[in-house]
């Protein structure tokens, strides 16, 4: 494994929950769509949780056929520190 791995940051937890109810998932239905436990869904719409991969990410805007970029903010994580695309273009 390397130190290197893409992350995502959820946009807004209320966003998320929108694009659930509209698509008719509940915790437990987006869990079994993705392959995520339900429990991190609760976390993601409560915003308890704000990161994930990039893998799940995907997952979960695939089951609410949704654009990644419109409930995901995607990070470049290097060990501990998660950096932005948007913070680094700045920086530069």
Request: aromatic share 4%; glycine share 6%.
């Amino acid at each position: 494994m390397t130190d290197t791995e893409l992350r995502a940051t959820v946009r807004s937890p209320r966003a998320l929950s929108e694009a659930m109810r509209w698509r008719g998932f509940t915790n437990r239905g987006l869990a079994a769509r993705t392959g995520v436990h339900h429990s991190a869904i609760s976390h993601l719409r409560t915003g308890l949780r704000r990161r994930v991969t990039m893998t799940t990410a995907l997952r979960v805007a695939e089951a609410l056929d949704m654009p990644v970029e419109h409930l995901f903010v995607p990070e470049l994580a290097s060990g501990s520190e998660a950096t932005r695309p948007e913070a680094t273009r700045r920086a530069s």
